[in-house]
């Protein structure tokens, strides 16, 4: 096994954290597009959003009140199913 030091930009481009990186970068345009199609006030609210494996949205609020208001806008989302979640406190 080669314990050379290697340069963060090769790690990140075909090492191990390659795949952490393509992931972190598919849901933040992920999250982008999502609080392009909410309304602005519920918009400002989402923490992250994604599509799980079975093909359903899952919205992380940063409050419980958001949350509340990011299901009755949720009609204006391409996903039929959409869970909603709130980000734990101090998370």
Same mark, same amino acid.
């Given at each position: 096994?080669?314990?050379?030091?290697?340069?963060?930009?090769?790690?990140?481009?075909?090492?191990?954290?390659?795949?952490?990186?393509?992931?972190?970068?598919r849901r933040r345009t992920e999250t982008v597009r999502i609080r392009e199609l909410?309304?602005?006030?519920? /918009? $400002?609210?989402?923490?992250? %959003?994604?599509?799980?494996?079975?093909?359903?949205? =899952?919205?992380?609020?940063?409050? !419980?009140?958001? /949350? $509340?208001?990011?299901?009755? %806008?949720?009609?204006?989302?391409?996903?039929?199913? =959409?869970?909603?979640?709130?980000? !734990?406190?101090?998370?």
């Amino acid at each position: 096994m080669n314990r050379d030091p290697r340069h963060m930009s090769e790690l990140l481009r075909e090492g191990p954290l390659a795949s952490l990186l393509r992931e972190a970068e598919r849901r933040r345009t992920e999250t982008v597009r999502i609080r392009e199609l909410l309304p602005t006030e519920e /918009a $400002a609210h989402v923490v992250s %959003a994604t599509t799980s494996e079975s093909g359903e949205l =899952v919205l992380v609020m940063d409050t !419980p009140a958001w /949350a $509340a208001r990011a299901r009755y %806008a949720v009609s204006a989302l391409p996903h039929a199913r =959409v869970k909603i979640r709130v980000m !734990p406190r101090g998370g």
